[in-house]
């Protein structure tokens, strides 16, 4: 019998005592501090040790991990696939931190011939997975008829397969598509605030410069007045950081926070396709999750509006279990996928639009590039040379792929993650006693 491989052991923040979980065991505890000494004397004959398995025997231990690989796999194959489709780049935004902001964007509209040909593609190549269509962009919400017109076929082609829809949008136009929207299957439409009118106007802006606050908290309004889920986004950095708590009360007195159609989540702005003009702003994973429990401490109305996951706190929290052990934390290429306009095919969302990480086209026809796509498809944690001896690997699952190859220029490397220093974090916040 041994001390597990997969244990995560650490101090609790702001707390005498600690935490020990193995991801692998779906097992979670919280230890006094002279509980801890022990382990840290390894002095392991705490009963407690035993009885939920952080001693385990070595080879037990590798037919359990073989075990449930083997069921995420197959649980995988089954798994939803939500597909990324890009009308267009185009928008009529010019947000401080636009990844996109390089991108060719012609004003052009895409033809009826491309929707079909991308349904065409997914009709028989999805045919027997559970999947719904996100609308991405550039904004793919744009005023005008031409581009409403556009967006109009696809639904109609979407409610033909009874295919759900979701849609990423700046919410400006919210108001002009109401009336296609609330006829739609829509999921969700996902609408970004970066805070409160001052601080957002200075960041997301239309291309005239005008803010665009107001016009997007009344399309929220009307979304919810027509019962159509709003996934609110805070993307965020050191620059507004600090208007967490004041959206956050906004959001309360407006009363989205009692909807059961509102929810939310906290967008880390990084550095992904190209250098920013000011990266000094950014944070690292773990120094955006530092600020965002500081003010959690100052603040404990921000969890009425957002509850972080701090790795995987928030799930015990919320489920009084550990999730399943996470073997590969990359969707790509396995249940995400993404379209554009210009007939490509890629990976996700972080690889949409980068011809150089094309990995073929359906029009105007189809043709893969099945070498590449193997190499996403196969990404994880056992695949990844610098996860074999990794406490934390089946919490992390290795992270982003794009990440990691921005990085390395290897898709088969690790995007770490902070698994342990989130636990810290997370496990104060959310189990009090």
């Known amino acids: 019998m041994y001390f597990s491989k997969h244990n995560i052991f650490s101090k609790i923040k702001d707390s005498e005592n600690y935490f020990l ?9 919280i ?7 022990k382990i840290k004397n390894k002095d392991y004959s705490d009963s407690l040790l ?122 400006y136009s919210i108001e002009d598509y109401i009336d296609i929207l609330k006829d739609a299957p829509i999921r969700e439409i996902q609408v970004t605030l970066d805070g409160l009118a001052t601080t ?78 000011n990266n000094q702003r950014l944070f690292s ?17 921000i969890l009425e509006f957002h509850k972080p996951g701090f790795s995987i706190s928030k799930f015990i929290f919320e489920n009084g279990e550990l999730p399943s052990p996470l073997f590969d934390s990359c969707p790509g290429t396995k249940t995400e996928w993404a379209f554009d306009f210009s007939g490509h ?14 990995l073929g086209t359906y029009y105007p026809e189809v043709k893969l590039h099945n070498e590449l796509i193997t190499d996403w498809e196969t990404r994880d944690v056992l695949s990844i040379q610098e996860y074999a001896q990794c406490n934390v690997q089946l919490a992390c699952g290795g992270g982003c792929a794009s990440v990691a190859k921005n990085k390395t220029n290897r898709i088969l490397s690790p995007d770490c993650r902070p698994v342990k220093e989130l636990l810290e974090l997370g496990i104060k916040t959310y189990f009090k006693e």
Not at 345 to 358: L, R
Request: with cysteine; glycine share 4%; net charge negative.
């Open 200 to 277: 957002h106007d200075k960041r997301r802006f239309l291309k005239n410069r005008q803010g665009s606050f107001e016009k997007i908290v009344s399309g929220i309004d009307l979304l919810i007045k027509n019962n159509i889920p709003v996934n609110l986004r805070m993307v965020v950095d050191k620059e507004n950081i600090t208007d967490l708590p004041m959206l956050a009360n906004f959001s309360i007195e407006k009363g989205w926070t009692k909807s059961s159609l509102f929810k939310t989540q906290l967008g880390r702005n990084y550095e992904l396709h190209h250098c920013q003009t």
């Open 50 to 171: 035993t009885e939920n398995g952080y001693l385990i025997d070595e080879a037990t231990e590798t037919s359990l991990f073989n075990e449930k690989y083997l069921q995420f796999i197959d649980d995988r194959e089954t798994d939803e696939i939500q597909i990324f489709f890009v009308p267009w780049y185009s928008c009529n935004f010019a947000c401080s931190y636009c990844y996109q902001d390089e991108y060719n964007n012609p004003d052009n509209i895409i033809s009826n011939d491309v929707i079909d040909a991308f349904f065409s593609y997914i009709d028989n190549n999805f045919r027997n997975r559970k999947k719904y269509i996100t609308i991405f962009g550039g904004e793919p919400l744009l005023s005008g008829e031409k581009y409403k017109k556009a967006i109009t076929y696809i639904i109609d082609a979407a409610k033909k397969r009874k295919l759900d829809l979701a849609f990423v949008t700046n919410g």
């Open 21 to 29: 979980v193995n991801p692998l065991l779906q097992k979670a505890d």
């Open 31 to 37: 230890l006094t501090k002279e509980e801890a000494q």
């Open 345 to 358: 095919i890629f990976s996700c969302t972080a690889t949409v639009g980068k011809q150089n990480e094309s």
């Open 285 to 301: 994973r773990i120094e955006l999750y530092e600020t965002v429990y500081a003010l959690i401490q100052k603040h404990p109305e």
